[in-house]
């Protein structure tokens, strides 16, 4: 008889396991576990989203909250194991910003927007984006988290990241005292493998006239002597017949 009871206890529980799973199957068929965000960019990416604009301009576009993974791939002659450990180290890491061409839209660097928080999460997640960026060859801009920007440092820090991308230099600080902080032309061309041309910009030289320039006057009283011959005109009258 306690054999009867215990078979009937551990059907009754198989049994309410089946309706619960079967409850729940109901519910995410009338009611699927999807939501839509409203908005795409928080309030403090919106922010820099703005300012980054005015900094590049029509030269540059901006494509935000793009996942690591789709844009760095992995070098071939891989074993598993690394393929493994390295996708594993691009998992859940994204880029607030890709700076890319609008032609080609080839890729010219990334932009991460530091949080004030410095959470140790936050912190590591830094890290290790900094790490793949330079195994990646992408120059990476860390932009710490602000309720204003100041556009020419925007510009000037974009055109550092360009520098970096295409010519492998960094800009010391005469040169970048000299450029103007503006946003390099891009240009597409087949030889150059879709690589944007930046603008040499050098300054202006001004000269400071201090004082007046000679003017060239004529004196019509001023006696030459008989020695110079002079030049006489005369005007001659044409008949009409």
């Excluded at 980054?52 to 996942?67: K, N, S, T």
């Excluded at 932009?111 to 590591?124: C, E, G, Q, R, T």
Aim: charged fraction near 25%.
């Amino acid at each position: 008889m306690a054999h009867f009871y215990f078979l009937l206890g551990l059907g009754l529980i198989v049994l309410l396991a089946l309706l619960r799973q079967i409850w729940r199957m109901a519910l995410n068929w009338l009611y699927p576990p999807y939501r839509a965000d409203n908005l795409l960019f928080n309030p403090a990416q919106r922010r820099l989203k703005t300012a980054l604009e005015q900094a590049v301009g029509c030269d540059y576009r901006l494509y935000g909250r793009i996942r690591v993974a789709d844009v760095i791939g992995l070098r071939g002659r891989l074993t598993r194991r690394e393929q493994e450990q390295a996708l594993a180290r691009l998992d859940g890491l994204s880029f607030d910003f890709l700076l890319c061409t609008p032609e080609s839209t080839a890729l010219v660097g990334a932009i991460a927007l530091l949080p004030n928080s410095h959470w140790p999460n936050d912190l590591l997640r830094q890290r290790r984006l900094r790490q793949i960026c330079t195994a990646a060859a992408l120059p990476l801009l860390c932009i710490e988290e602000r309720d204003d920007y100041v556009i020419a440092d925007l510009a000037a820090q974009i055109f550092t990241l360009l520098q970096t991308r295409w010519l492998g230099v960094m800009p010391n600080e005469k040169t970048m005292n000299a450029i103007k902080p503006t946003p390099a032309v891009v240009t597409n061309h087949d030889d150059w493998d879709d690589r944007p041309l930046i603008e040499r910009c050098e300054p202006v030289l001004s000269i400071q006239h201090d004082a007046a320039e000679p003017e060239f006057k004529m004196n019509i009283t001023l006696d030459i002597g008989d020695e110079i011959p002079r030049i006489t005109a005369e005007k001659r009258h044409r008949w009409r017949s």
